[in-house]
């Protein structure tokens, strides 16, 4: 089911920052074919509507608020879309792990890697505001020990790190700073 899109779209942003000069059109046609197949392979339906939202996810790697979305997507469609609507359709691409919440930003970003099950853990970059997954089972395997030393029972194990990425760290040499 659209392994070969899958294994391009993760080797280009698996775990890392996704590189600033990357082909994002590509990179989102991508994940809207793996999802696509993902949902075929369920059983579930990809609709007009959930796929729109996907792709307005899709348009970067920051992550998007779901008013954000509503605008985007009465700026396009030209008729009122109701809040409720948005959030049962977000709902859904999470469900299927096709969309990660960011709670710190209560905000919305697509999964690069959607096929395999994973935590769900974040480097966010405070400046360009992209946001990559941490891909370490380590860091959740540390978190159960700790919760279960403690007596802990983690309900939303959510791991979100705020920071600045790479690029926007390296000094600035007067080469154009894109975003
Ligand atoms: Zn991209
Ligand atoms: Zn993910
Ligand atoms: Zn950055």
């Known amino acids: 089911m659209g392994s070969r899109a899958a294994d391009q779209h993760a080797a280009g942003a698996g775990g890392r920052f996704p590189d600033p000069h990357h082909d994002h059109s590509a990179c989102s046609a991508g994940a809207l074919e793996v999802a696509e197949a993902i949902c075929a392979a369920r059983g579930e339906k990809m609709t007009a509507l959930r796929r729109h939202v996907l792709a307005i996810v899709w348009r970067g790697h920051r992550p998007v608020g779901a008013y954000d979305i509503l605008a985007a997507m009465q700026a396009e469609n030209g008729r009122k879309v109701a809040p409720p609507t948005v959030y049962r359709t977000l709902d859904f691409l999470r469900q299927q792990g096709l969309v990660h919440r960011v709670e710190s930003l209560n905000a919305y970003v697509g999964c690069p890697d959607p096929v395999r099950p994973h935590r769900v853990q974040f480097m966010i ?23 279960a030393a403690a007596g ?28």
Do not use: H, T, Y
């Open 125 to 147: 970059c405070s400046d360009c505001g992209v946001a990559a997954e941490i891909d370490d089972a380590r860091v959740g395997q540390a978190l159960d020990s700790a919760a």
């Open 152 to 179: 802990f029972v983690p309900r939303q194990p959510m791991v979100e790190v705020s920071g600045l990425c790479a690029r926007c760290a390296a000094p600035r040499d007067g080469s154009p700073a894109q975003g």
